[in-house]
């Protein structure tokens, strides 16, 4: 009886970085579409009641994903819904955004990119991930100066859960939508206090975000 034919060999790596391959083509699409389109006057839209919730929500979402910042969009939610429809509906925004991202990246990107967790400081930043999901998340987002989408494709490619990553995101980032969403509903009357403890809270985290830059930067020359 003839030998059956050899199958062809299969490239174990092959897939993870197609998978990878597509998540950068999405990411550069969605950023790409923003040519297309304006978040902001999409918000700005007059939405029937019924689905003007649904529609900030998708805006929101797919805002984050194309790297719109959001401060831009939780100023937007506060001057056109108020502070008492737009801070809720800004902090779903903002938890939508990132379970968004965080599928894509977990899904696409992190078999690809696991094993450059090997290297030493990015192996001790996995394991924090991992064994302290909630409260490793819940300080990425509540110092400010970490970019949004770096912590949710971050929290992505390491091992956290889904749960603490989303519950941790929505408490975390109230504080600094609640600022922004604040300055934009009192933007019309820049004299009043709302606007100015806002305004001041925005400066707090401006200078904690450069102090904690320049200490990274101490630390990293000393470490050298």
Do not use: C, H
Not at 68 to 83: E, I, T
Not at 98 to 124: I, N, T
Not at 177 to 205: D, N, Q, R
């Amino acid at each position: 009886m003839p030998d059956a034919p050899a199958s062809t060999p299969t490239r174990p790596g092959r897939s993870p970085r197609l998978r990878l391959a597509l998540l950068l083509l999405i990411l550069a699409a969605a950023a790409g579409s923003l040519l297309l389109w304006d978040p902001t006057q999409l918000l700005a839209a007059r939405t029937p009641g019924l689905w003007r919730a649904p529609v900030f929500l998708a805006v929101y979402a797919l805002g984050t994903l194309a790297f719109v910042p959001k401060p831009a969009l939780n100023a937007a939610a506060g001057l056109l819904l108020g502070v008492t429809v737009g801070l809720p509906l800004a902090v779903l925004g903002t938890t939508l955004g990132a379970a968004l991202a965080f599928a894509l990246g977990r899904s696409l990107g992190r078999d690809a990119l696991r094993p450059l967790l090997k290297a030493k400081v990015l192996a001790a930043l996995d394991r924090r991930l991992t064994e302290q999901g909630f409260r490793s998340v819940l300080l990425l987002r509540l110092i400010p100066g970490i970019p949004f989408q770096a912590a949710n494709y971050g929290a992505a490619f390491s091992g956290v859960r889904t749960a603490p990553f989303l519950s941790a995101t929505a408490l975390g980032v109230l504080p600094g939508t609640a600022a922004y969403v604040v300055a934009g509903a009192s933007a019309g009357t820049p004299g009043s206090p709302a606007f100015l403890l806002s305004a001041a809270v925005i400066a707090a985290m401006g200078v904690f975000s450069l102090v904690s830059l320049w200490r990274a930067s101490q630390r990293s020359r000393a470490a050298a």
